[in-house]
């Protein structure tokens, strides 16, 4: 079945330094990725779309220059929290879409769980 | 603008009771709908994927209906165990939309051994 690799896995960071995330397809191509933020007891919230070799598109509210999306390959993407604030602890999960060999469904990765300290 | 409800927002069982989780959204123009299941700290796992043409789907103890017309989804999990605890999530994708879910806020569900 699809798998999508997330890492790390969880991260502990200084604030005011920047943290990449990254999430693979292992066995299929990843034609549009979504990157989720979920805060303890919440459900998951949209931040961005990636389609391969093009811009994201960011959800209302969510800051482009702090949370840099780079999907260039239909088997890599990833999320760069810069200068992150302990408000940006969070866990984020990715999830991509893949061709339709996989029935329309969604492959999410394991989640990284971040602190900002 | 379609909106995901889940109710009960928690549900705790003893071991070996049937249960059934609900899902209602507003807008019936759905291209499916999804339920799946988050582990603490953990990433999704995804139980079953109803097109919006069927009527249902299971998978081993799990059965998941659809109701386009109602707009309403139900996860019947069959013979509870402990290790069905978890918090579940259901998820519809919307017809025509650039493929984003559209997610219920989630039942946390607890079976007591």
């Known amino acids: 079945g699809a798998v999508v690799s997330q890492h790390p896995s969880w991260v502990i960071c200084k604030s005011g330094t920047s943290v990449k995330i990254e999430c693979r397809s292992l066995d299929f191509q990843a034609t549009t990725m979504f990157w989720y933020r979920q805060f303890p007891k919440q459900s998951l919230m949209l931040m961005a779309t990636s389609n391969e070799g093009s811009k994201a598109t960011y959800e209302q509210g969510v800051e482009k220059d702090k949370f840099l999306i780079n999907h260039a390959s239909l088997t890599l993407s990833t999320l760069t929290v810069t200068s992150a604030h302990p408000e940006d602890s969070s866990f984020y999960i990715c999830?991509?879409?893949?061709?339709?060999?996989?029935?329309?469904?969604?492959?999410f990765g394991s989640g990284t769980r971040l602190t900002v300290v | 603008k379609q909106e995901v409800t889940q109710i009960p927002a928690a549900l705790s069982v003893p071991e070996g009771e049937n249960l059934v989780l609900n899902c209602s959204f507003t807008?019936?123009?759905?291209?499916?709908l999804q339920w799946f299941r988050q582990d603490p700290g953990k990433g999704l796992t995804s139980l079953l994927l109803?097109?919006?043409s069927q009527r249902e789907q299971t998978s081993g103890r799990l059965n998941a209906s659809l109701d386009k017309s109602s707009g309403r989804s139900t996860l019947y999990i069959a013979a509870s165990q402990p290790g069905d605890s978890a918090t579940y999530l259901c998820?519809?994708?919307?017809?025509?939309?650039?493929?984003?879910?559209?997610w219920g806020a989630g039942t946390k569900l607890i079976i007591k051994p």
């Open positions: 109803i097109q919006s």
């Open positions: 807008d019936s123009a759905i291209y499916n």
């Open positions: 998820a519809v994708r919307l017809e025509g939309s650039n493929y984003q879910l559209i």
């Open positions: 999830s991509a879409l893949g061709d339709r060999a996989f029935s329309g469904g969604y492959t």
